[in-house]
């Protein structure tokens, strides 16, 4: 089955630029879409396609995605950005299912 | 805008079955897919399986299979996700998204795509 790998945490200043990665085989030949999920709260999409974004998501929040690795870009961090990411792609390898990597834990110095 | 509602927590009792329902409004039931993700404490997300309406076609996660049914009611715009032979491992947070779905150009439909929107979620505690 595929495997999409996530650092468990990332650590970022006020106004920096945080990265998050998702790494998966040749994954750059698959469409990514990333969560932001906070405390007790249900998940939201941020980025789809790669790099679209829904409407009210900040111009902030950039996608891209090449070879094994797929990467979410926080740009301006701020405090209300803290949660945790999580990738999501489809294995069309195994009859289509759904698969999230482990997530990353964005946390806002 | 779809918003989709689920039911209440739910405790139930090691062997037992446990149904949660996901109530859309705001849209075209039969336009998307609905999906089920659960995420244990502390954990992760995991998505369980997925139905497209129309069709009544399913896709599961292998891990659940055999253990998990998903079903719609499209009179009252609903979906449901059946999970049985519940043990304590199963105790999670439950939630159902919705997505669109493909063709395969011979005959199959999967579902697809980006989760958005997402139900509030529902707690089932598996306990003695």
């Known amino acids: 089955s595929y495997v999409l790998t996530q650092p468990p945490s990332v650590s970022e200043a006020p106004g920096q630029t945080a990265r998050i990665t998702c790494g998966g085989n040749?994954?750059?030949?698959?469409?990514v879409h990333w969560y932001q999920q906070k405390p007790g709260q249900a998940p939201v999409l941020v980025v789809y396609h790669d790099s679209d974004r829904p409407s009210g998501i900040p111009e902030r929040f950039s996608g891209s995605n090449s070879g094994n690795t797929a990467t979410l870009t926080i740009s301006r961090v701020e405090a209300g950005d803290e949660a945790d990411y999580y990738c999501?792609?489809?294995?069309?390898?195994?009859?289509?299912?759904?698969?999230f990597g482990g997530g990353t834990k964005l946390t806002v110095l | 805008q779809v918003q989709l509602v689920q039911s209440g927590a739910e405790v139930k009792k090691p062997g037992s079955s446990v149904k949660v329902s996901c109530k859309a409004s705001?849209?075209?039931?039969?336009?998307?897919?609905i999906n089920w993700v659960r995420q244990a404490p502390g954990q992760g997300l995991e998505w369980m399986g997925g139905i497209i309406p129309i069709f009544g076609t399913t896709n599961y996660a292998q891990k659940f299979q055999g253990t998990v049914t998903i079903t719609t009611d499209e009179s009252t715009s609903t979906a449901y996700m059946e999970l049985s032979s519940l043990r304590s491992e199963d105790t999670a947070v439950y939630y159902c998204?919705?997505?669109?779905?493909?063709?395969?150009?011979?005959?199959?439909?999967?579902?697809?795509?980006?989760?958005?929107?997402w139900g509030q979620g529902t707690l089932v505690t598996v306990s003695s």
């Open positions: 705001g849209g075209t039931f039969n336009s998307y897919a």
């Open positions: 998204a919705r997505s669109s779905y493909f063709h395969d150009g011979s005959g199959s439909y999967y579902v697809s795509g980006w989760f958005d929107p």
């Open positions: 999501q792609v489809w294995d069309s390898s195994s009859d289509h299912r759904g698969v």
């Open positions: 040749n994954i750059g030949s698959k469409n």
